[in-house]
């Protein structure tokens, strides 16, 4: 159980963040390719009437969820539990929002470096480390404040 | 951070064009490159080069030239430096062992940092970068954090970095201390649900070692069951009664998601259990197994008790239903755990429905009855609007069909043949072949019901079916018993063909004008002889001996199949028909392709001409009514032995000598030759024959288009004791030196996938005094994983027997070429 990459990004393919767990196998054009097919993949769905989990891979499958105009997708194991992960980005998403206050596409194109501050105060090595939004937010805003 | 980044993602952002775009990125990205070269750069301006870096990054753009910098960020003093030196590391580094030795020692001081944020951004990055050598340096540190540190902040990192580095080196487990962590649980103020996750995936990771360690036999040092495992299950009541109060409803509001208490860490509890019983049953473990029952009473707990309705308690049920199944729990709680998968199919929420029809695929094998009990939802299904779900729909129809709902089933699926596009081939396909060996596998006692399937299959779906699939159903029209069912058939087909509603059957349609001209061909006897409750007025000789015509006209350069057919069938025609001016225009028809530019179709005429010449009892022996087929599914040695004893059987018999060996589908050739097959067409016209004339059957088989058995792919097998060559992370290569006389070499080389590769092309290289030869890749270029393919090589000349190969080829999931290089000696000398 351990969640292989995220990635965010609009409906036009821009990337607004991109987190690959596993360093030891990436190598930049393999990922850039893997990214372009993930964005084809995702794009070309019914969002209404299609369900939010995809296999991708022989060893990946993709939990995503669009918010807005911004796609959220975290790829994992086939074994995995596809609905916890929907719970994941979720948690992801809301406390985006609460950090930024109403959060919107440019807080985190502007402000990406934070957003990963936020991804990795709830995620180690793609595991989830903390559940607990009040829990993170006070964290957050303590580390904001280390600037 | 400062307005200058701001100002940098704005001038990207405002790019009008892509070309704009890109030259504004190139720009850029050659500016970073040379300041961040420059040694005396100021180090606010190397912090922003950086941040400019990383947002390339996410572009995509190439960013390794930033790597060292990086590194270099995290060994400052200033906080906001080394966070972002970390957060650079983290994105940038793509594993160069350099680079880690680097960044090893900066991440050692770190993890002893006062400042208790620097501890943990060292072990953030330390959780990405986990690898065995890291492991080994620095899981001591984070021992050390476990043991002393009282704040959870850091402990649930710590906790999670120890589970990735004992899984990277599992050495690691002879130093882990399971007290340290009996004490965490023990101590209230430090054991939040953070900590709790890191529990669970420190566990994890131990159990997984369990796992892989009993399946790989390899035992190492540890003696892993009274070592590891019965210290590890003292924490097993704890961790059950925690779970259970989790699950209880004593909502903690910090951790409430849609009325469920933390679905997260409930979900890691019950996967950490679950590792905890398949464990101890691998390794007979009383320890844990003495705490089944009360696991089964949670479970059943849990799936009664969590709401089905929000996503957080589906993720919870989920898990739970399949830790039942994967533990194969005992009957009531895994029928338990169908109903709940058939609770979230019946909901509207397709994430719901995809999920359960995965699990239930699986689960079917183990709780057949109880899965077929909702039926009624899973074909619900084959009519949803996402084509993932119809299809796991599809194949669960399949696998739940028996005797006692085929025909339900059938029915239902016919109702989805019939909403199916262009666009959903694939499942059309899919349904069209497992129909196919439904029919093969169950005996239909009504089999004009079975004929009035296929018949609505070709209708329906025709113009996807492909030859192969058309000879099978054709095979099925032929075996059917009664001669009766065939004709009815056949009128029903020729009805829609004839009286003028044909527009139902589109020119494409392939398939249904193939069986239509080949049941003509057979059963046209009893049509013409008024045998039937037929519709003279649509359905006569005159008739179809137009549509034939019609149909050959139609199709005399578009596909040859169908005139090769036609052909055929026009030559059985002429002993069924007895109209003197349709059996000339059928005549004609055949001599039409005498001088065709086909050479099959001019061959066939040619011969087809010769019959037609022939006396009308000589021919009606030559096209005597086929005799039943069979396909075989396993190899029969008996087969030889009775086609043996066939004067006539030499094709067939040749073919079941080649084909024995490596052919799953085989054809078994006519019974025998002197039981005369069903000889009702004979009695209709009221002509014996003495059935026993050696030519009939060999013309049975020359003249009808039956399918011949086509080879099930033929999986290339390595053979034994071949040795390994080459062993890369994608392929293994074997060689075998079949001969080696003097002056030439014959070897051959097998390729084995690990994972599936495509495009693979193998150069191969000999010494200058020999010469080499390569034969076909075999079977083909792709393989999928742990599939083998043999390339065949043979050397001529003198010398040392040296090869070197090179491979190029593809991974899934992406484009560029990879290549690999080897040498390999052989003992032997030319």
């Not at chain 2, 060999?698 to 053979?719: R, Y």
Request: glycine share 4%; proline share 3%.
């Amino acid at each position: 159980m351990a969640v292989q990459f995220i990635l965010c990004f609009n409906k036009q393919g821009v990337m607004r963040l991109v987190r690959w767990f596993d360093v030891h196998s990436s190598d930049s054009q393999r990922s850039q390719d893997a990214i372009a097919q993930i964005y084809r993949l995702i794009s070309s769905r019914d969002h209404k009437h299609q369900s939010n989990f995809v296999e991708f891979s022989d060893s990946t499958k993709l939990i995503y969820r669009r918010y807005a105009g911004l796609y959220f997708v975290m790829g994992v194991d086939l074994l995995d539990d596809e609905p916890i992960y929907l719970c994941h980005i979720h948690l992801f998403v809301e406390v985006l929002d609460a950090f930024f206050g109403n959060v919107c596409e440019l807080d985190i194109v502007f402000n990406f470096y934070k957003a990963y501050m936020i991804m990795d105060e709830m995620f180690i090595g793609g595991e989830i480390q903390e559940i607990s939004k009040d829990m993170l937010l006070e964290r957050l805003s303590i580390l904001d404040r280390l600037d | 951070m400062g307005s200058s980044l701001r100002s940098f993602i704005k001038d990207v952002r405002g790019a009008k064009t892509l070309a704009d775009e890109r030259a504004t990125i190139t720009k850029q990205s050659a500016k970073i490159r040379t300041k961040l070269r420059d040694d005396h750069l100021p180090h606010d301006k190397r912090r922003l080069n950086i941040q400019k870096l990383l947002y390339l990054y996410i572009l995509g753009e190439k960013t390794h030239f930033g790597q060292v910098e990086s590194i270099n960020l995290i060994a400052s003093d200033d906080f906001v430096d080394k966070r972002l030196g970390y957060l650079a590391a983290t994105l940038l580094l793509d594993g160069s062992e350099d680079l880690l030795t680097l960044l090893t020692n900066m991440l050692n001081n770190d993890l002893h940092h006062p400042n208790k944020y620097a501890v943990s951004l060292a072990l953030t990055s330390l959780g990405f970068l986990s690898s065995p050598e890291l492991a080994r340096d620095l899981y001591p540190d984070v021992e050390n954090i476990i043991k002393n540190s009282k704040d959870p902040f850091l402990l649930k990192k710590a906790l999670q970095c120890a589970a990735k580095l004992i899984f990277k080196d599992t050495s690691l487990l002879e130093i882990f201390n399971i007290e340290d962590i009996t004490e965490i649980l023990c101590n209230h103020s430090i054991c939040t649900h953070g900590v709790l996750l890191g529990v669970t995936k420190i566990l994890q990771s131990i159990l997984a070692i369990g796992l892989n360690r009993e399946k790989n036999d390899d035992e190492g040092d540890i003696d892993y069951k009274n070592d590891i495992l019965s210290p590890l299950s003292l924490l097993l009541r704890d961790f059950l009664t925690r779970l259970e109060n989790l699950n209880s409803k004593n909502i903690e509001p910090g951790y409430d998601v849609q009325g469920i208490c933390d679905p997260f860490l409930q979900c890691e509890m019950l996967y950490t259990l679950k590792l905890y019983f398949q464990v101890g049953e691998l390794m007979d473990s009383n320890s844990v197994l003495d705490y089944k029952d009360n696991f089964c009473d949670l479970l059943t707990r849990i799936a009664t008790n969590t709401d089905c309705t929000k996503n957080s308690g589906q993720a919870i049920l989920y898990e739970t239903v399949k830790t039942i199944f994967s533990l194969n729990l005992n009957q009531p709680l895994r029928v338990l755990g169908v109903n709940i998968l058939a609770k979230f199919l019946a909901g509207k929420d397709n994430n719901t429905k995809y999920v359960s029809l995965n699990t239930l695929l699986k689960v079917v094998p183990q709780e057949p009855t109880a899965v077929q009990r909702h039926r009624k939802f899973i074909s619900h299904c084959l009519q949803d609007s996402d084509i993932s779900i119809r299809m796991r729909a599809l194949e669960l129809s399949f696998a739940i069909l028996d005797d006692s709902n085929l025909v339900e089933i059938i029915n239902e699926l016919m109702k989805f043949l019939a909403e199916q596009d262009e666009e959903s081939k694939d499942s059309v396909v899919y349904t069209i072949d497992h129909l196919i060996d439904t029919f093969d596998t169950y005996v239909v006692k009504d089999e004009n019901w079975k004929l009035d399937v296929f018949l609505n299959v070709l209708k329906l779906v025709g113009p996807f079916i492909n030859y192969e699939k058309i000879n099978d159903i054709l095979i099925i029209i032929n075996n059917t018993a009664q001669l009766s069912d065939k004709s009815d058939f056949l009128q029903k087909l020729l009805t829609i063909s004839l009286d003028g509603k044909s527009a139902e059957i589109s020119d494409d349609n392939i398939g249904w004008q193939l069986v239509l001209i080949w049941c003509i061909g057979e059963y046209g006897g009893l049509i013409s002889s008024g045998n039937t409750k037929s519709n003279t007025e649509v359905v006569n000789e005159s008739s179809i001996t137009d549509y034939l015509l019609n149909l050959q006209e139609c199709y005399t350069t578009t596909n040859h199949k169908i005139i090769n057919y036609i052909l055929t069938t026009s030559l059985k025609l002429s002993v069924k028909f007895h109209d003197p001016k349709n059996i000339e225009k059928l005549r004609q028809l055949i001599l039409h392709y005498a001088d065709s530019t086909d050479l099959l179709l001019q061959m066939k005429s040619n011969q087809y001409e010769i019959f037609f010449n022939q006396p009308i009892s000589t021919r009606k022996i030559i096209l005597e009514t086929m005799p039943k087929f069979e396909k075989i599914t396993e190899k029969q040695n008996n087969v030889k032995n009775i086609s043996k004893n066939l004067i006539s059987s030499g094709p067939a018999d040749l073919l079941s000598d080649l084909l024995n060996d490596d052919s799953k589908t085989d054809i078994k050739p006519p019974k025998s030759g002197n039981v005369k097959p069903l000889d009702l067409l004979e009695e209709i016209f009221g002509e014996k024959k003495n059935t026993n004339d050696p030519p009939k059957s060999k013309e049975n088989e020359g003249s009808v288009n039956l399918p011949l058995p086509v080879s099930a792919d033929s999986d290339v097998i390595l053979p034994p004791d071949v040795p390994k060559i080459h062993d890369s992370t994608s392929l293994n290569v074997y060689a075998s030196l079949l001969s080696a006389d003097s002056g030439s070499a014959h070897i051959e080389l097998f390729f084995q996938a690990k994972s599936p590769v495509f495009d693979l092309q193998i150069f191969c290289a000999v010494p200058r005094a020999q010469k080499l030869t390569m034969g076909q890749l075999y079977p083909s270029s792709t393989i999928k994983a742990n599939q083998i393919c043999k390339q065949s090589l043979k050397i001529s000349g003198s010398g040392k027997m040296k090869l070197r190969i090179k491979l190029d080829f593809h991974l899934s999931g992406s484009s560029s070429a990879i290549n690999e290089q080897f040498d390999h000696k052989f003992e032997k000398t030319l």
